[in-house]
């Protein structure tokens, strides 16, 4: 706080004396045009300082500023410390700050009773949990420097933290291989979840709450299920219900001496098996997507999820996990999505071998490639190319086996090439237009963290709406309430 207020001293020195410097030019003015031309930069910087919280405005109690006039004359301008306490009553921890313009280094502080209980940038904001409910009082310091002004604002408010912790299903009605999306709201950490399979979700907590992702494989039962959560002694039945897949049957035919070298060796299945349990165990935090997932090649699918496969006429069917796209050997393969390699290698079993983690422990894996162009580790982006066809491994001829994984359970590719799986969240369906040209997108799902993503989502998706036959250049947004997210379009 004490520079803060060095900085403050500094500027006002700065201040007076370029007024002093400008006295001259500024007397040949009229005291009428004076105060007019005052109270309309007044006017300009309150609106491009304006900055809101939760949908409210956040009083200043603080603010000096240097306005530079078209004909090159600056003036000083104090505005009247407002002064005034707002109080905003927050049920979830998802208010943020947003500033009407680019605003610099801004700092806040949050106060609860005499003890600090944040302090730090805009964007470690984002992730700030109040530890428990109650009032906090936030101080907010920031600098402008545009073409009209610069100068900086100090900012005030009190919010009243009274929440109420929610544990929900994005979806509860769904089809095998599809990924349930587990979301809490208001939750500060410890949250225990137990399924009726052997699978624990891997949570990520934000501002927003925690969500993880239910991998709901083709061999699921059908019918009634339920996700049991635990969180500080309440317990929350999560039910849902799982509908049968529809699924091929295929006659397979592969060489003795491929399956031999590959299936039926136990050597090989054991150094696959290692390897993919790595790779099932790799959960990241960070979420690289922002868009659906690619198809990584074009081709003829000779296989796809879930297939009921007799190879070389056995009597029990192995099911397929992934999608088996035929294509010529060579043929350029492309990441699914940005993510970070967990495995580019040689495997006996699935031949030349690639894993991306891309967040929250879901990945998609290549097999049978003739050459691999990514290394362990490498972070990659969608649409890079990774490797090449080809028929290494337990594999008839060139193809590419694709599929997704979460903790070692396939789910279906294709709700992630079209964007209709809910791990994109339901909003972009959502959309109603308004005369005035403001939407109103329900989002209540979004989570903070991904909120920028979303909003890119529903971007590109905007200016392809023929609604309202305006084309859609840029937006604004905030969060207005805590399912609705504003879109404000441009004039
Ligand atoms: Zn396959």
Known sequence: MKTKNKTTVTVFILLIAVTIVFTGTYFALSGREKNKETEEIKALIAKRSNLIFAGVN??????????????????????????????????????????????????????????????????????????????????????????????????????????????????????????????????????????DFDYTPFLVFSKAGCTGYIPI???????????????????????????????????????????????????AQKEWAKISEQARNSYDENIYWTEPFLQPVEGRISSTYGVKRYTNGASTPSRHAGIDIACAEGTPVAAANAGKIVYSGYVQVTGNTVIIEHGMGLHSVYMHMSSLNCET??????????????????????????????????????????????????????????????????????????????????????????????RITSCRFFVVTRTRVELVLPP
Not at 88 to 101: N, T, Y
Not at 140 to 161: H, M, P, Q, W
Not at 165 to 173: A, G, N, Q
């Open 217 to 267: 494989n083709f061999m699921r039962q059908p019918g009634q299920h339920k996700a049991v959560v635990t969180y500080q002694g309440q317990i929350t039945e999560l039910a849902y219900n799982i509908t049968e897949g529809e699924y091929e049957v295929q006659q397979l035919t592969i060489s003795p001496s491929v399956s031999d070298a590959t299936v039926n060796n136990s050597d």
């Open 377 to 470: 580790d490498q972070t990659i982006g969608r649409g890079d190319i990774i490797g090449e066809v080809g028929a290494t491994g337990y594999a008839n001829g060139p193809h590419l086996h694709f599929d997704f994984q979460i903790g070692g359970y396939s789910v279906n590719p294709w709700p992630l090439f079209d964007g209709s799986s809910e791990i994109f969240d339901t909003a972009q369906t959502k959309i109603q237009g308004t005369e005035s040209g403001t939407f109103m997108v329900s989002a209540s799902h979004v989570l903070v963290k991904r909120f920028a993503q979303t909003v890119n989502m529903l971007r590109a998706l905007l200016m392809k709406t023929e609604k309202t036959g305006k």
């Open 58 to 195: 956040v009083p200043v109690i603080e603010n000096e500023f240097t306005a530079k006039l078209e004909n090159g004359r600056q003036v000083a301008v104090v505005l009247d410390n407002t002064n005034q306490a707002a109080t905003v009553e927050q049920s979830d921890f998802k208010g943020l700050f947003v500033f009407a313009s680019d605003a610099q280094n801004v700092t806040i502080t949050a106060a609860y009773g005499d003890d600090i209980a944040f302090e730090g940038t805009l964007e470690d904001f984002d992730k700030f949990v109040p530890e428990s409910d109650g009032e906090y009082r936030y101080e907010i310091y920031a600098s402008f420097k545009t073409d009209e002004f610069e100068g900086s604002c100090r900012y005030c408010i009190n919010v009243l933290y009274n929440t109420i912790p929610e544990f929900y299903l994005i979806e509860s009605d769904v089809t095998q291989g599809d990924i349930i999306v587990l979301t809490g709201e208001n939750v500060r950490g410890d949250v225990e979840i137990s399924l």
